[in-house]
């Protein structure tokens, strides 16, 4: 399957609430790990419980910024949020489900040579998609040389 691959946390109903809130991600090209997190695991992603490397995570902190969200977009994250987050059965009011705190990251894949892997370490800790879309010849809008592409 060429193209980019989404995988979510969850179950099926989930990630299909979450495509209905996104049309522009293509249902075809969208899977969901379960809620134990066993891809993600596999992949090598973390966690926001402190395991991380806290002055990498220092440093890619220092470079997000907060989206812009007018005052309705906010209320739309917030009421969705509960709908779409992998709640484990029996959680206690007050825990922070696994699923919230957990990393994701970035592949190019050509076959079955990685061309390119980022695991997250904060979230929002993404590489740059065109230099991504450079590095495998599909280049975007100001892509760059896939010679620009540090790993994280």
């Known amino acids: 399957m060429a193209g980019p691959l989404f995988v979510s946390v969850g179950t099926p109903e989930k990630l299909a609430k979450f495509l209905d809130l996104n049309p522009s991600v293509d ?3 969208a899977f969901v790990d379960g809620e134990d997190m066993a891809g993600y695991d596999a992949a090598g992603f973390g966690s ?3 395991s991380q490397d806290s002055q990498a995570a220092k440093e890619a902190a220092g470079s997000l910024r907060a989206p ?10 917030l009421t969705n949020t509960m709908a779409l987050t992998s709640i484990p059965e029996g959680m206690k009011f007050g825990d922070i489900p696994p699923a919230v705190i957990r990393l994701g990251g970035t592949f190019a ?12 370490r904060i979230p929002g800790d993404h590489p740059d998609l065109d230099t991504v879309l450079g590095l495998v010849g599909a280049a975007g809008p100001g892509a760059a040389s ?4 540090s790993s994280k």
């Open 109 to 120: 894949v050509d076959g079955d040579r990685v061309l390119f892997a980022h695991a997250d």
């Open 48 to 50: 926001m419980d402190g």
């Open 68 to 77: 812009t969200l007018g005052a309705g977009q906010w209320w739309k994250y």
């Open 27 to 29: 249902r075809a090209s």
């Open 146 to 149: 896939a010679s620009n592409l």
